[in-house]
Structure formats: structure tokens, C-alpha cells
Nanobody
């Protein structure tokens, strides 16, 4: 059974940093690309960053390029999202995603709030 558990969210001031973590289990982690999505208040869920299974170049939405970094540890079955220079518009619930199952598999999400 696929399980994704996000952690690391919280309240941070503009310009601050957070590191999100997603612990994966129930599948062969190293085989799959992993993706972070977010859902901002009143908005559709959107892709933030994606990383291939091994090697390859990660992909980012334009608004986070240069500020966010996605990485993965295939030995620990974890994917991370380092978020720097956070802005109020980054406030969202952040989700971990893997393309397994008819609609893919999602974690429960972790809230990130950027506010002074």
C-alpha cells in the first residue's frame, strides 16, 4: 500500500526558509519520479517541483525557480523540498505525489504559511 507522509510545514516570515520532507513507503521508491504540488487558498492544485527517479534534471514552476530546490534520498525513501526566500504567495498546503494508481497517490499535505 502506497503511503506518503509530508512534514516540515509551519509559519514563517517572508524571506524565511522551510524544508519539507516526504517519507514514502509501500512501493519501490527509486523507480518513480516524485513531485511536490501545492494548493493555495482559493486556487487549483499546481505542480511546484518534480525530480526524476535517478539522475536527470529536476523541473520547477517558474515562480519558484532559484528559490526552491527538490532533492531525494533513494536510500531513505524520502523526497525533500528546500524553500528559501519565501513569499506570502507561497502560502499553501504542500503535497507529495507519486504516479501510482489510477489517479496517482497523494500524501495528506503539510501547511506552509508565510506571513509577518
Amino acid at each position: 500500500q502506497v503511503q506518503l507522509v509530508e512534514s516540515g510545514g509551519g509559519l514563517v516570515q517572508p524571506g524565511g526558509s522551510l524544508r519539507l520532507s516526504c517519507a514514502a513507503s509501500g512501493f519501490t521508491f527509486s523507480v518513480y519520479a516524485m513531485t511536490w504540488y501545492r494548493q493555495r487558498p482559493g486556487k487549483e492544485r499546481e505542480l511546484v517541483a518534480s525530480i526524476p527517479n535517478t539522475g536527470g534534471r529536476p523541473d520547477y514552476r517558474d515562480s519558484v525557480k532559484g528559490r526552491f530546490t527538490i532533492s531525494r534520498d533513494n536510500a531513505e525513501n524520502r523526497v525533500y523540498l528546500q524553500m528559501n526566500s519565501l513569499k506570502p504567495e507561497d502560502t499553501a498546503v504542500y503535497y507529495c505525489y507519486v504516479p501510482i494508481g489510477r489517479r496517482g497517490s497523494w500524501g495528506q499535505g503539510t501547511q506552509v504559511t508565510v506571513s509577518s
